[in-house]
RNA sequence: GGCGCAUUCGUCUAGGGGUUUAGGACGCUGCCCUCUCAAGGCAGAGAUCACCGGUUCGAAUCCGGUAUGCGCUACCA
């Protein structure tokens, strides 16, 4: 029999969570899921002065947005206050802990003479000793203490960690550090402890840069008399420049990608593979794939860099794969925003519904899509007569546009195919290729030179608009 | 400075002693398709598996050292 899988995912209510946090809830979800286990959302909310004010709901909407959703929680920290003193008195009572009257100042100078030795910093022990009648004396003058856990001089911790194996620390290297800061809240180090033993958490998955504080965590489970669970230290996400993923980079919040109109299964499917992996080759997996199959064994032990350009290209991939209903409702928030102010709102969803497919498999991004779509819109086409005229001269344009638009005019249906029978014959009269006759008509329709196919981008625009312009285009040349 | 982790194409990665002339993907280049742009198809360039030693008949794979990178070294998490 295992123990049942419950693990968390417990960040720290400041923002955005990044990248790297939510790839850590993504594999504390995915873990939970393939085992049947528990996902828990607690918010380690013991650090007053960095917390963000609605940050708690922000995590919340970023975990719902990519469809992670928690079995139980948010739990705070800051309900729990009790708890954690509890347990650091307790500690204090039975010589595990000490109280520590040292100044921030005194800390401070202390750090700056040990790196100007080139010691390790760290503190010094100065309070370790104290007598419970100079603690008594402090405390009636008023000092308020911190909580320090005290640390063994010698002897070795060994850390089991499921992904690196067994990591030996010397305790010479650890140092007294806080349990209980003076205005009476825990640091992680103690919150962390006491609220995995209270709620079960069998596996603790975290990001690589906590395995260094494992040790001390080790040794607060030992004192406490607490079985620890199992560790896991993902693999960090970098940087282009390879460090710590953080704000000097572009881009690190997870709103952001939403904003630039990612969709959540692809964000998903591209983290789950930053630092994780099925085998050789498979990469684009369904949420039930990646659950069916995830674990532990196959995560990796190097860091990533994260790759935006991959990510654009999975988001194409997931972009065509949905059915162009789909595709059409996911975009109007960004058209809807995206079109130029002059055009009229609410955006019309069916005609938006007929242009879908012709951008579609052109959207790596549904941001993209405003600028894609925005000259079925608009009333007045922004181009020059040079790009109008593109390789040719004025001549042929002139002939173009109006053999074109003759032969359109005889037209009984405004439909791609048969557009496309009356106006083939007149290319091949013309004596010029495809491209170029083609090109002149797209700008016409268009405004652009690159666009969806241009009969069906006519049909779509309609008879009346589609021959306005291609009008308007012929009149920039014969006035 | 100390401690820890890591090191396979630019990037994400497969690989766990012989099946490897190191596989896939993104990106890049070229060709095909083609009314443009995409998408798609095909092809190509790109990795002395950080380095040096060792173990072994045989090492990207095991061991040791070195180098480099990153992380931690707070009354932050």
């Not at 030996?168 to 003076?182: I, M, P, Q, W, Y």
């Not at 879908?356 to 052109?362: D, G």
């Not at 006519?458 to 009008?471: A, K, T």
């Amino acid at each position: 029999m295992s123990v049942p899988v419950r693990v968390r995912f417990a960040p720290s209510p400041t923002g955005y969570p990044h990248l790297g946090n939510i790839r850590t809830a993504l594999f504390n979800w995915l873990f939970a899921r393939h085992n049947n286990g528990v996902f828990i959302l607690r918010i380690e909310d013991t650090d007053v002065a960095r917390k963000v004010e609605g940050a708690t709901e922000i995590i919340m909407e970023s975990l719902q947005w990519l469809g992670l959703d928690w079995d139980e929680g948010p739990v705070f920290q800051s309900d729990r206050l009790d708890l954690y003193k509890m347990y650091a008195r307790e500690l204090v009572k039975e010589g595990r802990a000490y109280y520590c009257f040292c100044s921030p100042e005194r800390l401070e100078v202390m750090r700056k003479e040990q790196m100007m030795r080139k010691q390790p910093p760290g503190y010094d022990r100065h309070c370790r000793d104290l007598t419970e009648q100079q603690v008594d004396s402090l405390m009636t003058e008023g000092k308020v203490p911190v909580v320090r856990f005290k640390s063994p001089l010698k002897g070795q911790t060994v850390v089991t960690d499921l992904i690196r194996g067994e990591v030996v620390f010397e305790n010479s290297t650890l140092d007294d550090f806080v349990l209980l800061k003076s205005d009476g809240y825990p640091t992680y180090h103690l919150a962390n402890i006491v609220d995995d033993h209270y709620m079960n958490i069998s596996h603790v998955l975290r990001a690589e840069e906590w395995l260094s504080s494992t040790p001390r965590h080790v040794l607060l489970y030992s004192a406490l008399g607490w079985q620890p669970p199992q560790f896991a230290h993902l693999p960090m996400i970098l940087g282009p420049d390879k460090s710590k993923l953080s704000k000097r980079h572009s881009a690190t919040a997870i709103n952001e990608y939403q904003n630039q109109g990612y969709l959540p299964e692809a964000m998903v499917n591209f983290l789950t593979l930053l630092g994780w992996s099925l085998d050789d080759k498979t990469e684009i997996m369904s949420r039930e794939e990646i659950i069916k199959n995830f674990s532990i064994e196959r995560v990796s032990r190097t860091a990533a860099v994260f790759n935006v350009a991959k990510l654009e290209w999975m988001n194409g991939m997931y972009i065509r794969a949905l059915n162009v209903e789909d595709f059409a409702k996911r975009s109007l928030p960004f058209v809807e925003q995206g079109l130029p102010p002059g055009i009229k709102r609410p955006v019309d969803t069916d005609y938006l519904r007929l242009i879908a497919p012709l951008v579609q498999e052109r959207a790596r991004t549904l941001a993209e899509v405003p600028q894609l779509v925005d000259f079925f819109f608009v009333n007045e086409l922004q181009y020059d007569s040079e790009m109008l005229m593109g390789k040719l001269d004025k001549g042929q344009a002139v002939s173009i546009l109006s053999q074109t638009i003759d032969t359109l005019k005889k037209l009984d249906a405004w439909e791609t195919e048969s557009m496309e029978e009356a106006v083939r014959p007149l290319v091949a009269e013309s004596g010029l290729k495809a491209g170029p006759f083609f090109g002149v008509i797209r700008v016409a329709v268009t405004g652009r030179t690159a666009s969806p196919p241009l009969f069906q981008t006519m049909e779509v625009l309609g008879r009346e608009r589609s021959m306005q312009r291609l009008g308007a285009a012929l009149s920039r040349f014969i006035s």
